[in-house]
């Protein structure tokens, strides 16, 4: 894409990553045999596992946005198939963190990691100027689904 691209080819260019987004993910979900959210709790579990966090179900559920009742069963079924692990807190009895477990790093983290460095190559051939645009506009991107996600109107005026 040359450096005066058309809004369209933009727009294009957002719905063919979204396609593609949604054909890896479908396709991961299929070799993993998991639901949408299954995997966005792996997905979520594994990134702050990596980054040294641990997660009480809580996070999970405002994380998906979804019922402690919810989270509680989607916890469940992971813990049933061995991709989770229910842990006692170190410093908090009463509380229980979420940890993946290696069957959960081994099918999920790896298609992941690999579509992440792929990602990250993409980025560090940008310089300075054109990640700082790339983030405003997934900024912008983000704000316009959550603004339509939690719009009670039946009808949506741009801002």
Known sequence: MSASASTDQVLDALARFRASDTRMHQRVR???ALGENELRILQFLLRRHRDGAVVKPSEIS???TIS????TALLDRLERQGRVER???????RSILIAPTERATTEVADLVDAFEERVSAAIAGLDDR???AVLAFLDGVAEAADDISTSTRRSITPA
Do not use: C, I, M, Q
Not at 68 to 71: G, R, V
């Open 30 to 32: 299929e070799n993993t």
């Open 62 to 64: 405002r994380f998906l």
């Open 68 to 71: 402690s009742a919810s989270t």
């Open 87 to 93: 842990v006692s807190h170190p410093t908090d009895r």
């Open 130 to 132: 054109g990640r700082g």
